[in-house]
């Protein structure tokens, strides 16, 4: 039992409920950056002790471009967009939180079937990986704001991270840090074309972009 790695998905699943029950995006983009951070120690605390060199740079790594680059990035695109909430998501606030309770009984189902290191680093690990990736599927398919869209994105990728952290020890570092500059780049080209749809249209709500695409055919 890792006491300290527990913890930490602990801390990554209550991130999880944080983002499925908060409508203010500065609050989302916080606990985005923290879900990010913690992933960063979740590398440290899974490393054995002749592979801590190595997880150490990647703790660093990660925890400067996921809690801190990320959301700078995003607080800007933010203040050029002009926007402060998601207000009407396709499902509520209250309904999110019951799917994420669903989401999170799937995760430990499949936590159980899916084959696992022996042993395992942590009975957590798998579900946790699994309910971040789910969490942030619902995101981007439940919420209205390009910018919440966006953080969905990210979100399913720190899930896709959780598992390699799991795995640290099979895991080169440099394709970790490839994984990281791939997502910079999306993250950065996605900031470019919200704040492209803002000037355009005065809004980044995706469904009135689609509702204008059926008017015009």
């Keep these: 039992m890792n006491a300290?790695?527990?913890?930490?998905?602990?801390?990554?699943?209550?991130?999880?409920?944080?983002?499925?029950?908060?409508?203010?995006?500065?609050?989302?983009?916080?606990?985005?950056?923290?879900?990010?951070?913690?992933?960063?120690?979740?590398?440290?605390?899974?490393?054995?002790?002749?592979?801590?060199?190595?997880?150490?740079?990647?703790?660093?790594?990660?925890?400067?471009?996921?809690?801190?680059?990320?959301?700078?990035?995003?607080?800007?695109?933010?203040?050029g967009a002009q926007v402060r909430r998601e207000i009407e998501p396709l499902v509520g606030y209250g309904a999110s939180l019951l799917v994420g309770l669903g989401v999170l009984g799937l995760s430990l189902w499949l936590g159980t079937r899916l084959p696992r290191p022996d042993p395992p680093l942590s009975t957590?690990?798998?579900p946790v990986a699994l309910f971040t990736m789910l969490v942030g599927l619902v995101l981007i398919v439940t919420r209205r704001k390009a910018l919440t869209q966006v953080l969905?994105?990210?979100?399913?990728?720190?899930?896709?991270?959780?598992f390699g952290a799991?795995?640290?020890?099979?895991?080169?570092?440099?394709?970790?840090?490839?994984?990281?500059?791939?997502?910079?780049?999306?993250v950065f080209v996605m900031g470019i074309a919200i704040f492209h749809i803002n000037r355009q249209f005065?809004?980044?709500?995706?469904?009135?972009?689609?509702?204008?695409?059926d008017w015009t055919r």
């Design 4 to 79: 300290p790695l527990d913890a930490i998905l602990v801390g990554i699943l209550l991130t999880g409920f944080l983002l499925l029950g908060s409508s203010r995006l500065v609050s989302c983009i916080r606990t985005v950056a923290l879900q990010g951070m913690l992933l960063g120690f979740l590398t440290l605390a899974a490393a054995e002790r002749d592979a801590v060199g190595r997880a150490a740079v990647l703790t660093v790594a990660s925890t400067a471009v996921k809690g801190f680059v990320f959301p700078w990035l995003l607080v800007r695109v933010l203040r």
């Design 124 to 126: 957590l690990l798998v």
């Design 202 to 213: 005065d809004h980044i709500d995706t469904d009135r972009m689609a509702a204008l695409r």
């Design 152 to 162: 969905g994105y990210l979100v399913m990728e720190n899930g896709i991270y959780a």
């Design 166 to 186: 799991g795995l640290v020890q099979e895991q080169p570092i440099l394709v970790e840090l490839g994984i990281l500059l791939d997502v910079l780049v999306a």
